[in-house]
């Protein structure tokens, strides 16, 4: 049961446009909303979270937008640069700390 | 360089074998993970521990697959009698959980992965 699902495998962008990541989940209990990029034969590296509380975090060019009532959030890339490409996961969880689950990831290509 | 390490970095085994990887996390970090990554797929989680009390495994983790993390520092992950569906980047991974708000989130940090090739 994937309770945290990207149903895009790959995205291609232009560099300088926007690139929107989309994630949405099942389990109504996650309270807690991170992406991760990465890299080939590297490890994920955390890029930006979300708690159930706010509907919006941003920082610097990525922003994440959560709509809770649909289960769904999202990751903006503005402007996208030819290093945003990797494969971006996006990761939940519930209270208590529990430990994260991840989506099968989007990998993101920006064009120059 | 404080950030999570993991060793080997690579692994090449016969099935069969056993295998043994290393993971130190990032200093003062209570948390300890251990996740696994196939092609095409998002880390899955296998194990983790809270200094050295290891307080969930995945029913991913077979009784071939063991995990310690003795002192509550650095962490082993053995996996015996290796099989081909073994072969896949072993993921570690930290975090520092403070007592207090349940909901506080837990943002992990991740090593660089050990790849397991099992022929």
């Known amino acids: 049961d994937q309770q945290v699902k990207q149903n895009s495998p790959s995205l291609s962008v232009q560099e300088g446009r926007i690139s929107i990541l989309n994630c949405d989940y099942t389990?109504?209990?996650?309270?807690?909303f991170l992406w991760y990029k990465k890299y080939p034969a590297e490890g994920p590296t955390f890029l930006i979270s979300?708690?159930?509380?706010?509907d919006k975090n941003e920082d610097g060019r990525f922003t994440v937008f959560l709509n809770k009532s649909a289960k769904h959030l999202s990751l903006h890339i503005v402007p996208s640069q030819p290093g945003d490409s990797a494969v971006y996961f996006c990761?939940?969880?519930?209270?208590?700390?529990?430990?994260?689950?991840f989506g099968k990831g989007t990998r993101l290509s920006v064009i120059a | 360089d404080t950030g999570v390490s993991q060793d080997p970095r690579h692994k090449i085994t016969k099935r069969g074998q056993n295998v043994t990887f290393r993971c130190d996390p990032i200093?003062?970090?209570?948390?300890l993970y251990w996740y696994r990554q196939t092609l095409g797929q998002g880390p899955e989680f296998l194990t983790y521990?809270?200094?050295?009390?290891?307080?969930?495994k995945s029913r991913l983790l077979s009784d071939r697959f063991s995990a310690e993390r003795p002192k509550g520092s650095f962490s082993t992950l053995e996996i015996q009698r290796t099989e081909q569906g073994d072969s896949a980047m072993y993921l570690c991974?930290?975090?520092?959980?403070?007592?207090?708000?349940?909901?506080?989130?837990?943002?992990?940090?991740f090593g660089e992965g050990s790849w397991l090739t099992v022929v």
């Open positions: 991974a930290s975090s520092r959980v403070r007592g207090g708000n349940p909901s506080s989130g837990n943002t992990i940090y």
């Open positions: 389990n109504s209990m996650f309270d807690y």
């Open positions: 979300i708690s159930s509380i706010k």
């Open positions: 990761a939940a969880s519930v209270p208590g700390n529990t430990p994260l689950v």
């Open positions: 200093s003062e970090h209570n948390r």
């Open positions: 521990f809270q200094n050295e009390a290891q307080l969930e």
